[in-house]
């Protein structure tokens, strides 16, 4: 065979290949057998590996490819990838309507989308010129992580478009108008984005976990973990191997459709697989039944689901009501019920967190709760137990609201045998034995040198918006606790090769990665470096703050650098910033003025840790310079952060609570408390369309 003889044959194949693929995972249609299919693709593999310039983007073989990545870039989403706020009951759908229909004014009729909820992850998707290009998970809603490679891998997401024609026959036999059509008549879309959900079934769960469980790996506690887990596998042969799968629902580029409803039909004539339960209806009556429905036959699906997504079918009307927060004011997850069961409470116990804070938690016998063991459930504070006069012994109800949270809901007295006892607060300790001081609802320990604390302390130390050491959590932490190898969160960047080999799930590899990503954490801002000491009443925000302030009064390049800076500062200083009031004051001067804390610096310094610069982008002016801004409310146009980063970039200030110091507030919608606040000290107010021409003046 010649090349172009095989050429010719190539495209035949892969032309076949895709329809067959199209028909089961789009049409549910089994056309030939999965071992001729296997044959089909063996075949193109065979012929592509004979002459590889053959090879194209679009083919069957290239799902799986390429080495393993490093780390996956980012993504930004020009339009946000947006969530949905959540509705528990009858009355929180009945709110939701009457809310939109306020605004609407005057009243535009519409009708509703209805689809299942699916426990999965969501996913964006861009073609260019009918072609895969970009694949990118959620993230925060603005910026993602580019997983293409793991998405090439889902059978059931085009490589490419079905072929023109296909698309023009698709339409109209949906019944599609002609201004949809005219986008395929010729070519296809210069660029299009989709959004969707990735998921992984129950079978395939199952099958997952259960080699893991051989391997003696951990399992994954639901499909979403799973999911999750899997689409973020470096290494898209893993991917692969988790046999993942996905539904399309949404078109973010304007094709000409009018309604949700459209771009379903869409979607299903390009050659996307949909959720063939969706359904348009007139009214919220028929979206409960819809609900209700699916809550009592979600077990005959072979994937999960949580709920039921409400929409505003018209996107007209859908686009006229906005945005508030990060949820679209026209859509609404409808949960199912509460998954809930009955178990004993073994005992309470007090958990030690890193601002020596005791909270009380419910040791229960272990019980399964949507899908995941539950063996503990919060109490939260001493007056919570009394509310529901729950004793040790007792029979209690527990939930997961909204499929996350455990928590115990209700005691069933009449279960009592006279056993049960009552927890009596300790005025204790339990883990060092000194005295537990009462501060408002809860209890604190007093002594600064608790060994909980310490791991709490250095748990903090580790997370993601501090030193972000990834792979090092807790159960890791907690053995090198155990086995005397630290006696701080310094003695973390002391390890060298050779120091965990051997060590209880330790290898070679293993110690390869801890210590690298221990490396990599040694570079790291002000802001995560000033967070991740956990001083207490200290947040990200405040960090933020600080950082900018000590960044005009000199450099800081190392740990001990900061120290020094601080002890130039005293309390008026202090009072100088934004925002800080007497706690925050109190907590700051009382950690820089403690010798423990120059000798921690110290050793972090000798370990290597540096802090690099960082500024924000400057605006053209920095029109707000020496003013401090407080929000309220959601606005439309900026995420909170974002707002207060573009503060920052025009020289101005952002504090959390309102004061005398403080120079506007920016009003968005449903604000709180701090509007009135700020009309009591007769404080500037702004709205935000007059928030944002401020912003124009730059």
Known sequence: MNSAEAKKRIEKLKKEINHYRYAYHVLNQELIPPAALDSLKKELFDLEKRFPRLITADSPTQRIGGKPLKEFAKVRHLVPMLSFNDAFSQEDILNFEERNLKLLNPVEKFDYYLELKIDGLAIKLIYENGFLKIGSTRGDGYLGEDVISNIKTIEAIPLKLLSLAEIAKNLKLAGLNQKIIKNFEDRYPAELEVRGEVFITKKNLFVLNDQRTKK???????????AAGSLRQLDPKISASRKLDSFIYDIVSDLGQETHE???LILK?????????????????EASKFRDEWEKRREELDFEIDGIVIQINQNSVFQKLGVVGKAP???IAFKFSPKQTTTRVKNIILQVGRTGILTPVAALEPIELGGVRISRASLHNQAEIEKLDLRIGDTVIVSRAGDVIPQVDQVLKNLRDGQEKKFIFPKKCPICDSTAVKIGAYYRCSNKNCVALLREQIYHFVSKPAFDVKGLGPKIIDKFLDWGLIQDAADLFKFKSGDLVGLEGFDLTSEKNILANIDRAKTISLRRFLYGLGIIHFGQENANVLADF?????????????????????PNDYNAIVGFGPKIIASLTDYFNNSKTKVFLEKLTRAGIKIKSQSFSAGSKNIFTGQVFVLTGQLKNYGREEAKELIRSLGGGVAESISKKTSFLVVGENPGSKLAQAKKLGLKTLTEPEFLKLIKKS
Request: proline share 5%.
């Open 216 to 226: 003696g790996e951990t399992t994954f506690a639901n499909p979403r973990n799973a």
């Open 550 to 570: 000590l960044k005009k009064r000199g450099v800081i390049k190392k740990p001990i650098d900061l120290w020094l800076a601080a002890r130039k500062l005293n």
């Open 329 to 331: 004011r026209a859509a």
């Open 269 to 285: 004539s390009l050659g996307f697989k949909v959720n063939p339960y969706s359904k348009r209806v007139k009214n919220m009556v």
């Open 262 to 264: 459209e771009e379903h």
